[in-house]
């Protein structure tokens, strides 16, 4: 009987929540995790398509595995999340030794699975359910301080690049009584940071008890005061002025704001799909920045999509010159087979000019970045302690309430506390200092 099991966790925020939905899933019927692959009967491969070189690790992974296979007869393999969800049955015959696919609104059938596959019968289940929410199940949190509450699932939204539609479903939201009741549950428990997640958290809506996302974000934070809250992701189309003030207005919502821009040519966002032009986001950035006084604002940013010329990534590069990002994701275009683009876009930007464009983002962003950074050199900002620093105990590393990374010396404090540092020096991704 297959009995230890080891998860692996690809992909976004999302995959993440859904690894420990699906820990305390597996958990409730006697399995036991382990943290090491080479422990394990099963190993799950919890997975994401967003890009090529996504997918692409998850079969150099499977690859891997094969050998593992021989070597440990009745090991088990599992490929869940976005990768099967977009390629279906396909994916046993993409990868050898595949023992059951599962994608992510079929997570409940993940024990009779693994029992069948242990019989050796194949499984694979790849429905979409329009309520599923896994509400009722009690997360199997991998952290004590900081966890994320997914509050909706799915995306509406078909924006021409993007998977997600395809992997996720349809737009659902959970109660918001069932999310007021494991944010009480998280602060009486000592979390100190709590992430609201969804591909669009602005469409989050309990239509029974005529909750949007402004009142679920203001009334999460009056239920876990002192309990740092933070979301995303936010879309630039829909973020309001209403939400924007809640933000402004209660201590404990973070003062950053994650708005993912993707390009600064109207032409590229209308070819996107975006729903909104260059001006547009100037003003929302505008909006934002007047309301809540130090905010910071991060983005994601596509190098290269369909019909991109110089004079578009241009219109990027000035985009991110006036608005100053204090952090980007930054990626160039990858093709999904079965997305709008895919369909309808020619893909023509050669794969080499991607990379440079998107090379040009990058360095451009480092600049900012180590500026805005420069800038918090002499501050004295609180922090909260997560761990420790990968290069010494005796650092301690942490975020501020506007997302900058600080390590700082340990001075005896432990992660979890909330420390005021002053800043001594910076890096365009890291703040460095001292207990103040
Ligand atoms: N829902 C969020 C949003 O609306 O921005 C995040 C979606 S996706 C999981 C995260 C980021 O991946 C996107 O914002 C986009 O920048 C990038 N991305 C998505 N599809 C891509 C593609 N085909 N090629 C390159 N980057 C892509
Ligand atoms: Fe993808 Fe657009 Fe939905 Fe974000 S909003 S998940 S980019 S389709
Ligand atoms: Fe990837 Fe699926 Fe998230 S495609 S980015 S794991 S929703």
Redesign the pocket.
């Known amino acids: 009987m297959t009995k230890k099991v080891y998860i692996r966790t690809f992909g ?1 925020q999302m995959n993440q929540a859904d690894t420990e939905i699906i820990t305390a899933l597996l958990q409730d019927e006697g399995y036991v995790m382990t943290g090491s692959e080479e422990r394990a009967d099963l190993v799950i491969l919890n997975t994401c398509a ?2 090529e070189n996504a997918v692409e690790k998850i079969l150099h992974t499977l690859d891997h595995m094969k050998g593992k296979r021989r070597s440990r007869p009745g090991l088990l393999v599992g490929v869940i999340g976005c990768v099967p969800q977009y390629y279906r049955e396909k994916m046993f015959g993409m990868a050898d030794g595949i023992d059951f696919l599962a994608g992510p609104d079929t997570y409940r059938q993940l024990p009779a699975m693994i029992a069948n596959a242990g019989q050796g019968i194949r499984g694979a289940d790849f429905g979409f359910s329009s309520d599923e929410t896994y509400c009722g199940i009690e997360p199997a949190r991998s952290g004590t301080i900081s966890a994320f509450i997914p509050v909706m699932r799915g ?1 509406n ?1 078909r ?1 021409a ?4 539609p395809f992997t996720r479903g349809k737009e659902r939201s959970r109660p918001f009584r069932s999310v007021l009741e494991d944010v009480g549950r998280l602060a009486a428990s000592g979390y100190k940071e709590i992430t609201l997640l969804g ?2 958290v602005n469409s989050y809506s309990d239509d029974e008890a005529a909750c949007d996302f402004t009142e679920l974000l203001d009334r999460v934070a009056v239920a876990a005061e002192g309990v740092r809250i933070r979301f995303t ?1 936010s ?1 630039p189309k829909d973020i309001s002025e209403s939400l924007v003030r809640v933000i402004a207005a209660r201590n404990n919502i973070c003062n950053a704001i994650h708005l ?1 821009v ?1 390009s600064g040519s109207t032409r590229m966002l209308k070819l996107m799909n975006r729903g909104h032009t260059r001006e547009e986001y100037f003003e929302k950035i505008a909006m934002i920045r007047s309301a809540i006084p130090g905010v910071t604002v991060s983005t ?3 190098a290269g999509f369909c019909g991109e010329t110089l004079e578009d990534h241009q219109a990027t590069l000035s985009m991110m010159e006036d608005v100053r990002f204090d952090f980007a ?1 930054m ?6 087979p079965g ?1 709008y ?1 895919a369909k309808h876009l020619p893909d023509d930007v050669p794969e080499e000019e991607k990379k440079r464009r998107l090379e040009e983002i990058i360095a451009l962003q480092g600049s900012i970045s180590g500026e805005r950074n420069a800038a918090e050199v002499g501050a004295v900002v609180e922090v909260l302690a997560e761990s420790e620093s990968k290069r010494s105990s005796e650092m301690l590393m942490g975020r501020t309430d506007t997302n900058r990374v600080v390590v700082f010396d340990r001075h005896g404090f432990e992660a979890g506390d909330l420390v005021k540092v002053r800043i001594r020096s910076s890096t365009p991704a890291t703040l460095i200092g001292t207990p103040a």
């Open positions: 976004c967003v890009r995306c939204n924006c690049f993007c998977v997600v591909q669009n992701t879309h993912p993707q994601d940013l596509i994701y990626f160039y275009y990858s093709v999904r997305t683009a």
